[in-house]
């Protein structure tokens, strides 16, 4: 054994050396700068929208996105329970509660008809519903064909937190593409990375104008600084802008590796009862995590079984999200839950995924499991 196994390790190596080599000797080391200039038009691009702005985290977009969309005091966002909880923050930010729904059970991501009969009940309860913030689990999208219309009839607009599923596509359509705006991330965990960071992306020109104004700390156009709004030390540095446009060059290297770790484990865990792989069916995934689920009458162990020996032989994996109506700091939040985030959280276990990982850490990962499913 030779050294500890990660979840999700940065893949980074002489191409992005050089980017950022090139970025720090060019002087142009600010929040401001031509490489991040091209970061937003190529992720643009990628994403197939009209317009993008960069931001230092996941989290600052998703804030952004919603201000720019209005959202405030006395309002509510619907959020998927099965999240990380930076979706749920940023809801609090701007003044707004979250109001948690449930997901399917097959892939984790929001359960549509539940949430079309929770925008029926906040109508009802004179509630205004500010936006539905649409998580795309672990490089998974939402069904977006069966979500956005029947937003769109309720008047509501759709966030799409993307920040797991660059590259991701539901119908051809990229990740990112959906609703009024969406957001990525490029945490150092994340499909690709600028070590820390994040991109707001849109077709609505307007709204992307907005979220820079704030991102900047809404100073106004002139040569003084003058501030008529409270504004946000958000934007992204163009160092790391550089390291991101060679890591976006990588893009699909990077998720062709990730899926081809997914059909192994896929094949390893086919011939166990009781265990499937979270949103299996979805082709278009960008497989930044692998789950299994776990049943563990059919299989005879638990997630926590596997997670303990993989721990034994320093394999890190994690269970799936805590569900946000399960956290105390949301214990008083509405919820509309069916129970299938809580059964995921209980026996769901994301295994190590990341591109990063050699052919030597592939084959000890999957020997690890072997042993354990044969000791079981």
């Not at 999208?141 to 029947?150: I, N």
């Not at 070590?195 to 002139?222: F, K």
């Not at 005879?300 to 999200?321: C, K, N, Q, Y």
Request: net charge negative.
């Amino acid at each position: 054994m030779a050294g500890r196994i990660f979840l999700s390790s940065p893949d980074v190596g002489t191409l992005e050396e050089s980017y950022l080599l090139d970025a720090l000797r060019s002087g142009w080391v600010a929040p401001v700068g031509p490489d991040l200039d091209a970061f937003e038009r190529e992720v643009a691009a990628r994403a197939g929208v009209a317009a993008a702005v960069g931001v230092s985290s996941g989290t600052a977009a998703l804030h952004l996105a919603l201000l720019a969309l209005g959202v405030g005091p006395g309002q509510v966002v619907v959020v998927p329970t099965l999240t990380f909880a930076a979706s749920a923050n940023a809801v609090v930010y701007t003044g707004a509660e979250p109001v948690f729904v449930d997901c399917d059970p097959e892939t984790g991501n929001l359960d549509v008809p539940l949430l079309l009969d929770t925008l029926d009940r906040l109508g009802g309860q004179g509630r205004r519903v500010g936006a539905v913030m649409a998580v795309d689990l672990f490089g998974g999208c939402v069904d977006y064909t069966a979500l956005l219309p029947a937003c769109a009839a309720a008047g509501v607009p759709v966030v799409e937190d993307a920040a797991e599923a660059l590259g991701a596509i539901h119908h051809e359509r990229p990740a990112g593409s959906f609703g009024r705006v969406a957001a990525f991330s490029f945490n150092g965990n994340k499909i690709m990375t600028t070590s820390g960071g994040g991109m707001i992306v849109s077709d609505d020109v307007g709204l992307i104008g907005r979220c820079r104004h704030l991102a900047t700390q809404a100073r106004e156009p002139v040569p003084h600084y003058e501030h008529v709004e409270i504004g946000y030390n958000y934007r992204l540095s163009n160092l790391l802008a550089a390291l991101g446009r060679a890591q976006l060059s990588r893009l699909d290297a990077m998720i062709a590796r990730r899926r081809r770790l997914r059909e192994r484990y896929a094949k390893l865990f086919a011939p166990v009862p009781g265990v499937r792989l979270l949103n299996e069916a979805d082709t278009g995934s960008n497989c930044w995590l692998t789950t299994v689920v776990v049943d563990p009458e059919g299989a005879g162990w638990s997630a926590t079984d596997l997670s303990r020996w993989l721990a034994s032989v320093d394999i890190e994996t994690r269970p799936v999200w805590k569900p946000m109506h399960l956290q105390p700091v949301f214990a008083r939040a509405t919820r509309f839950v069916t129970g299938a985030a809580q059964h995921l959280f209980a026996h769901g276990l994301n295994l190590p995924s990341g591109s990063a990982l050699t052919d030597a850490e592939v084959d000890r990962v999957e020997g690890a499991v072997v042993r354990f499913l044969e000791n079981r």
